[in-house]
């Protein structure tokens, strides 16, 4: 079975079983340039409506940055783990081979980082989530990666996330190397 297979058997599932939902821009009417599909821990934080209280700014920023990346806007991507700048949107994390990466938001003070990995060209798979605070040491960010890398093997068991030879093998258009 592919992985293409596999998340559409996945969508649509029962509540008690691990499923993904495909994420439609909040805007609507815009065109859909690349998928994103989500678990179910990161659909619970990214659906309003958002009050205004500090914890759902920071979901509502989160959201708008996934819906930027599906409505193909302009995207910072970094391929090198440790050599970004603060303001990159989208960056592998170590170790490269595991082919994870983590969407970033970085607004000033409601940093959130999403945990996943491509499917193929276009589509990424959103497993996790963590606030930045959370993400201070070495160790918080291997915990990190192996939850993720946890979360889509009970997905997707033996299938491997999509491997690129360069960013033009994973994303399509208006996106800057940084």
């Not at 303001?87 to 170790?95: G, N, S």
Request: proline content about 3%; aromatic content about 14%.
């Amino acid at each position: 079975m592919s992985i293409s297979d596999e998340i559409k058997g996945r969508i649509g599932l029962l509540v008690d079983e691990e499923r993904l939902f495909c994420l439609s821009p909040m805007l609507g009417g815009e065109q859909v340039v690349r998928t994103i599909f989500v678990s179910q821990e990161v659909n619970d934080c990214i659906h309003g409506p958002f009050e205004d209280n500090f914890d759902d700014m920071r979901f509502a920023e989160f959201r708008s940055v996934l819906d930027s990346f599906i409505l193909g806007w302009l995207f910072t991507v970094a391929e090198k783990p440790y050599n970004k700048p603060g303001y990159t949107m989208l960056a592998r994390v170590d170790p490269v081979g595991a082919e994870v990466w983590d969407i970033r938001c970085v607004a000033a003070g409601h940093g959130i980082r999403c945990f996943g990995s491509f499917a193929g060209k276009d589509t990424f798979i959103a497993l996790t989530w963590n606030y930045r605070e959370n993400l201070c040491s070495a160790v918080d960010w291997k915990y990190a990666i192996a939850e993720c890398k946890t979360t889509w093997a009970g997905l997707f068991g033996t299938l491997k996330p999509f491997k690129g030879k360069n960013l033009d093998e994973y994303l399509t258009e208006n996106y800057r190397t940084v």
